[in-house]
């Protein structure tokens, strides 16, 4: 097994990388991104479906909606991070 030297050098280097990063995220939690706000006709429009298939999706809990007064809202990123989670595999070929 050969030996690794590690230098001052290369110390300093990661020093500075680990700081970099930590900077990164105490930027992302001091400033968080501002959420992407989409109304239902906007999210019927996005993902081309129905008014039917939207409040279906909407009671059955599979997609989270927020009520403000009398409008409904909905956070277009986790719309799409539920889609990629959802992603099912390739069909088995018949039709």
Do not use: C
Request: aromatic letters at 8%.
């Amino acid at each position: 097994m050969a030996a690794t030297i590690i230098t001052t050098e290369d110390l300093m280097e990661f020093k500075e990388d680990l700081l970099e990063e930590f900077k990164k995220l105490m930027v992302e939690h001091t400033h968080p991104k501002p959420k992407n706000w989409i109304r239902s006709s906007d999210v019927r429009k996005r993902y081309e479906i129905s008014p039917g298939t939207l409040h279906s999706l909407r009671s059955r809990n599979i997609i989270p909606s927020y009520k403000v007064g009398g409008l409904l809202f909905y956070d277009a990123e986790e719309i799409d991070q539920i889609i990629l989670d959802n992603k099912v595999g390739p069909l088995d070929g018949t039709v």
